[in-house]
């Protein structure tokens, strides 16, 4: 809680209509290291929209210096993680292989006569809606993964 009332009170002195041009990095990552959210306060919403814009034209990631915080590069990330009990494998042949979750541990017995049979259960990945990603790191060192 307290975090948050600190982070409200940051984000008050910081606020769009205030802030210089060289400020926006370090507007965006205390929006970012928000855990309820990059936009949750009002004064989040145009720098964070902006940030937005700017990394979909290929644009950096803005810098912040001496805020205490930093931001990774920009990770892609395409598919949600498999279920427990399965890894995320490419199958195919010929060159054409598809990722797919492919249960870790054999679910059927096969007779080595029957080329057919698979012995691992098979299911599709499931994507990710916004699959590129940023860690920002707080100056309390905590990490928190922001998604776009």
């Known amino acids: 809680m307290i975090r948050i009332t ?4 940051g984000l008050v002195g910081l606020s769009a209509g205030a802030a210089r041009a060289d400020d926006w990095g370090c507007t965006v990552l205390l929006c970012l290291a928000n855990p309820s959210g990059p936009t949750q306060y009002a004064a989040c919403v145009p720098p964070v ?5 700017h990394l979909k034209r290929g644009g950096a990631f803005p810098t912040c210096s001496g805020a205490g915080s930093s931001a990774s590069p920009i990770g ?27 249960s ?19 299911q599709a990945v499931r994507h990710r809606a916004q699959p590129n990603f940023i860690d920002v790191t707080g100056s309390d060192g905590v990490s928190t993964r922001v998604r776009f």
């Open 76 to 102: 892609y990330d395409p598919y949600e993680p498999c279920q427990d009990g399965y890894v995320l494998r490419e199958l195919g042949r010929d060159g054409a292989s598809q990722p797919a979750c492919v």
């Open 104 to 122: 870790s541990k054999p679910v059927h017995d096969c007779d080595r006569a029957d080329e057919a049979c698979q012995p691992h259960d098979v």
């Open 49 to 53: 929209t902006r940030l937005w814009s």
């Open 6 to 9: 600190l982070l409200a009170a």
